[in-house]
């Protein structure tokens, strides 16, 4: 039931109805945003962050939380402006034109609708190799089954869910920092105490900058929070600072998580030379022992699984439904459910493809480097996007003067996300450049067939 204080500007003003159900607290929203981002997410790349950082697996956490803070004080800016389902699709879409907001939908669409694919083939991986009994296509079946079921019956059991999978999430992180720290005073650790953060020997920016490509996978999910804006209970304001605080909330535990882990490997050679999907499981198990290892790793196939895809998919489910609703997508796709108040056909579309993606990237060996690639690409051309409207609707339009939050700071995080574009791998480029292709022929047979990208209403700006 909403709450009769909410402070949500009403939709109708911007020419929609409100269909979902306002019923979100600013509490809501921030363990939504860190269950997106997942506390414990470093458990399962370290490896590969050590490895691409030199071993300053601390520095890439804290460069990777720098650039995605620009990011966030974008997204809040235009949470403001249009506080409405859609994400970078509406603020693009209404901060610069209706086309360009189809394209930003169309890119982000490599990450809102491959994300819960990738985590759910990660989690039934990890499932595997602790019952190597049961196939990975029953993990697949059983987790996008289970979520699904949360998302139908609507956003307040979604919250629910978040809640208590944000505090075992919480707790097995503090098991294993109490016991990587005992370990520690115990004489267990490897090389200087700062040496996480900062390492004259393997230092580089090249280096500590091409880590965060890696490292900033972990931070996407706070923007998730800007497609709750219809709800929401609370002001504009609060909206856009729960990604803020979301986002550095998370980026505070994966500097500590991995600073204690940095310091406890024991084979540091090796994993400066190969990564390894397991290394953070084996420095547990170094620090306290097999349950430490266990713990760990199934806790983060829990988390990838079930939390983390759960609100996934209910983010890829509003996505779709905002571009529906301005008939950019089919119109079953902008069905709500009378009783639930949720995107229905939306949310069983996006469990019918991630299970088709899931089981087919299964079979190949490179199927999870590949989804993780396409995600991080399709995220960070659309942030650039993002940026740019926030420029163009306050500066641009409204001769904004505030210069640090309309022009200084989304221009810094432009720049920094241009650079992790172009140092992408090749593959992801070329994937991602090509599925720009196609919404781009997307968007000139609309033109040709007089179906021009239209908006619902004249945008006014939004009372804060």
């Given at each position: 039931?909403?709450?009769p204080?909410?402070?949500?500007?009403?939709?109708?003003?911007?020419?929609?109805?409100?269909?979902?159900?306002?019923?979100?607290?600013?509490?809501?929203?921030?363990?939504?945003g860190?269950?997106f981002?997942?506390?414990?997410?470093?458990f399962?790349?370290?490896g590969?962050?050590?490895?691409?950082?030199?071993?300053?697996?601390?520095?890439?956490?804290?460069?990777?939380?720098?650039?995605?803070?620009?990011?966030?004080?974008?997204?809040?800016?235009?949470?403001?402006?249009?506080?409405?389902?859609?994400?970078?699709?509406?603020?693009?879409?209404?901060?610069?034109a209706?086309?360009?907001?189809?394209l930003?939908?169309?890119?982000?669409?490599?990450?809102?609708?491959?994300?819960?694919?990738?985590?759910?083939?990660?989690?039934?991986?990890?499932?595997?190799?602790?019952?190597?009994?049961?196939?990975?296509?029953?993990?697949?079946?059983?987790?996008?089954?289970?979520?699904?079921?949360?998302?139908y019956?609507?956003?307040?059991?979604?919250?629910r869910?978040?809640?208590i999978?944000?505090?075992?999430e919480?707790?097995?992180?503090?098991?294993?920092?109490?016991?990587?720290?005992?370990?520690?005073?115990?004489?267990?650790?490897?090389?200087?105490?700062?040496?996480?953060?900062?390492?004259?020997s393997?230092?580089?920016?090249?280096?500590?900058?091409?880590?965060?490509s890696?490292?900033?996978?972990?931070?996407?999910?706070?923007?998730?929070?800007?497609?709750?804006?219809?709800?929401?209970?609370?002001?504009?304001?609060?909206?856009?600072?729960?990604?803020?605080?979301?986002l550095?909330?998370?980026?505070?535990?994966?500097?500590?998580?991995?600073?204690?882990?940095?310091?406890?490997?024991?084979?540091?050679?090796?994993?400066?030379?190969?990564?390894?999907?397991?290394?953070?499981?084996d420095?547990?198990?170094?620090?306290?022992?097999?349950?430490?290892?266990?713990?760990?790793?199934?806790?983060?196939a829990?988390?990838?699984?079930?939390?983390?895809?759960?609100?996934?998919?209910?983010a890829?489910?509003?996505?779709?439904?905002?571009?529906?609703?301005?008939?950019?997508?089919?119109?079953?796709?902008?069905?709500?459910?009378?009783?639930?108040?949720?995107?229905?056909?939306?949310?069983?579309?996006?469990?019918?493809?991630?299970?088709?993606?899931?089981?087919?990237?299964?079979?190949?060996?490179?199927?999870?480097?590949?989804?993780?690639?396409?995600?991080?690409?399709?995220?960070m051309?659309?942030?650039?996007?993002?940026?740019?409207s926030?420029v163009?609707?306050?500066?641009v339009?409204?001769?904004?003067?505030?210069?640090?939050?309309?022009?200084?700071?989304?221009?810094?995080?432009?720049?920094?996300?241009?650079?992790?574009?172009?140092?992408?791998?090749?593959?992801?480029?070329?994937?991602?450049?090509?599925?720009?292709?196609?919404?781009?022929?997307?968007l000139?047979?609309?033109?040709?067939?007089?179906?021009?990208?239209?908006?619902?209403?004249?945008?006014?700006?939004?009372?804060?």
């Open positions: 039931m909403s709450s204080q909410s402070t949500a500007p009403s939709v109708e003003r911007f020419g929609y109805q409100q269909e979902l159900q306002r019923s979100l607290s600013f509490a809501d929203l921030l363990i939504y860190l269950i981002m997942v506390p414990i997410a470093p399962g790349i370290f590969s962050v050590f490895q691409s950082s030199g071993g300053m697996v601390a520095l890439a956490y804290v460069i990777g939380m720098v650039a995605m803070a620009f990011t966030a004080l974008s997204y809040a800016q235009m949470a403001r402006a249009f506080p409405m389902a859609g994400s970078v699709y509406t603020y693009a879409g209404r901060g610069i209706a086309p360009v907001g189809f930003a939908g169309w890119v982000i669409l490599l990450d809102y609708v491959l994300v819960p694919a990738l985590l759910y083939l990660v989690a039934s991986s990890a499932m595997t190799s602790f019952v190597p009994g049961v196939p990975i296509w029953v993990w697949l079946i059983a987790f996008i089954a289970l979520n699904t079921v949360v998302n019956l609507g956003i307040e059991m979604t919250a869910m978040n809640k999978m944000l505090v075992v919480l707790i097995v992180l503090a098991i294993f920092l109490v016991v990587g720290i005992v370990a520690l005073a115990q004489g267990k650790g490897h090389g200087a105490a700062l040496s996480p953060l900062f390492d004259s393997t230092f580089s920016w090249p280096l500590a900058f091409g880590a965060v890696v490292a900033v996978l972990s931070f996407l999910g706070f923007d998730g929070i800007s497609m709750l804006a219809e709800e929401s209970r609370e002001s504009t304001r609060r909206l856009g600072r729960s990604m803020v605080f979301a550095v909330l998370a980026g505070a535990l994966f500097v500590v998580q991995t600073w204690v882990a940095a310091l406890l490997a024991p084979n540091r050679a090796d994993l400066l030379a190969n990564g390894g999907d397991n290394a953070f499981y420095i547990a198990e170094y620090a306290g022992g097999h349950w430490l290892s266990v713990l760990t790793a199934v806790a983060t829990v988390a990838w699984g079930f939390a983390n895809s759960l609100v996934a998919q209910a890829t489910s509003r996505l779709l439904f905002a571009m529906a609703r301005d008939r950019q997508l089919p119109a079953f796709l902008r069905k709500v459910h009378p009783k639930h108040k949720v995107p229905v056909n939306a949310t069983f579309l996006v469990a019918g493809v991630s299970l088709a993606l899931g089981l087919y990237l299964s079979t190949r060996d490179d199927g999870i480097g590949l989804l993780s690639s396409l995600v991080n690409f399709g995220a051309t659309a942030f650039l996007a993002l940026h740019v926030v163009v609707h306050y500066v339009r409204n001769r904004s003067r505030d210069w640090w939050r309309h022009l200084v700071a989304p221009a810094i995080g432009f720049l920094i996300l241009l650079y992790v574009v172009i140092n992408a791998s090749i593959a992801a480029q070329v994937l991602g450049f090509v599925w720009l292709a196609i919404g781009v022929v997307i000139v047979g609309s033109y040709m067939m007089g179906r021009r990208p239209t908006l619902s209403a004249v945008t006014p700006e939004a009372t804060e």
